[in-house]
């Protein structure tokens, strides 16, 4: 078997990996990614690309004051007593290298802006921000990779709808922030490899010492495998596991399915599983990024804002409803897994009237669109009252039309007595304007779709340390071998604090790996 040396592998070019890949590289070391799919990117490549980044330096100038304390205590707040995986030196670790990065990633010509829309989940709790944490890069335009261009995975659904973004070769979101680190990384002579799948870890004392890569050159496979040896270390930055039902079904609440998974690359998890076998301790396996989804085509979309907006409900399968249907992501998929022990409720039914459907989109319908194919494969269900629609959907008639009148008298009221829908909203907006979520649902035609408990990724994965050190179930680290992003467990346990979160845990996960690994400080 032919074997290679350098002084880090990195496994995965997704942001994470990326990330990674530049910092050491500009440390001075030699780095080769090795990437199993032929296009660079991963999930982010397709994704929102926000990062959460408290206390950042932009919020300065941006006039919103921050600290490090602040973000610490908001954090305690939602997060309670720290577990293992959540521990006090993870959380620390979170908040004071937030700033760090968002410094390191400004001075390497990553433009980053503000996000003014994005606040803090938890806008109550002690420590939050309405604005100023979360972060996302500038469109980036792809000309500038030259060859590399075609190698980065395909443009978000923003820009392929946007014909100036295409005019301009714009990358935006999560797609403009993998073009810019990619780019940084082909530019200080980070090596790539596309289509080289990281099949094994290579042991070396009681730690590991490199990787064993199945690499496709010229569409031929190479059959013994390539064996890769890192001076400094392995890390792994592969993703979670929600594309692997076997392990959703093994972990997750049941019922669980793959295809409610909405992560544009959904990992296979094999990384978690390999790390495992080479000894090291798993953590926080049953939890996910929750969102409640619905699908079109087969295809996973998160239901957000669409549950906040007025002229709408979620109701099970007696047609009852049972929570405040504006709750955050994280909050109303666990919440559906929760009903469904007493009643059916996976899927429930979001259900809207016509003055929904006219103002505001649904998944991957335009607001105002008539798709016929998804409401001919039955994705959309359409109805001219009530009765009918509980028909066609098959839940309880009786059940439905007395949750509806019971809600129509809330929203007259512009207060929910029974889940105090909206009431966050509007106490974070400083309560003084109209419940913003709520609204009768009393205009025919009706449409509903039905919506699962899905996700934007697993959370759990290798328990690592406060410098993504994985760790076996001892407490000891083992020597050699990183994790970040969904490889690593997260440290968020049931909740989210912000959206952007999920990046900031792997980029900073990927930055205090590269720092500890080659004993350095930034630059
Ligand atoms: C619709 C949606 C929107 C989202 N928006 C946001 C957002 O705005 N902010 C946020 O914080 N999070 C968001 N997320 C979550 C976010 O996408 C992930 O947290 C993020 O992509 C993780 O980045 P990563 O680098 O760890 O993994 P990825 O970007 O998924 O990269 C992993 C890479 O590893 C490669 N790989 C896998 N196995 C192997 C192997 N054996 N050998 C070699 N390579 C391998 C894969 O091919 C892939 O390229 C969103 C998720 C969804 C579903």
Known sequence: METLRTDLVVVGGGAAGLLAAVAARRLGHDVLVVEASPLVGGSTAVDGGRVWLPANHLMEKSGVGDSTVEAAEYLDAILGEPTEASSAERRAAYVETAPMLAHWLTSSKLALTVDSSAADVYRQAPGAKPSGRVLYSQPFDRRSLGEWATALRSTTPVESRGWRARRNHASRDGGALVAALLHRAVGNGVELWLDAQVTDLVPDGDGIGGVVVRRQVHGTETEAGITVLARAGVLLATGGFEGNQELREEYLPLPTDATWSAAPLPGDGAMISLGAAHGAATAAMDEAWWTPVLLADGVAHPVDAERAHPHSMIVDQTGSRFFDESAPADEAGRLLYERSHGVRAIPSYLIVDNRYRRAYPLGPWEAGSYPRSAIDSGDLVKASGLPELAQALGIDRAGLLGTDVRFNGFARKG?????????????????????????????????????????????????????????????????????CGGTAASMMGRTSPAPGAAL????????RAVLRLTEADPD
Do not use: H, M
């Not at 649902?441 to 697993?458: L, M, N």
């Not at 900031?504 to 930055?511: Q, R, T, V, W």
């Open 504 to 511: 900031g845990e792997a980029l900073i996960g990927a930055f």
């Open 415 to 483: 207060r929910d007595q029974d889940f105090e829908r909206g009431e966050r909203l509007a106490t974070a907006s400083g309560g003084r304007r109209r419940n913003p979520s709520l609204g009768k649902v009393d205009k025919p035609p009706f449409w509903a779709v039905p919506v699962y408990p899905g996700d934007r990724g697993t959370k759990g994965g290798l328990l690592v340390d406060a410098d993504a050190r994985v760790l076996r179930p001892d407490g000891d680290p083992i020597p050699g071998l990183y994790a």
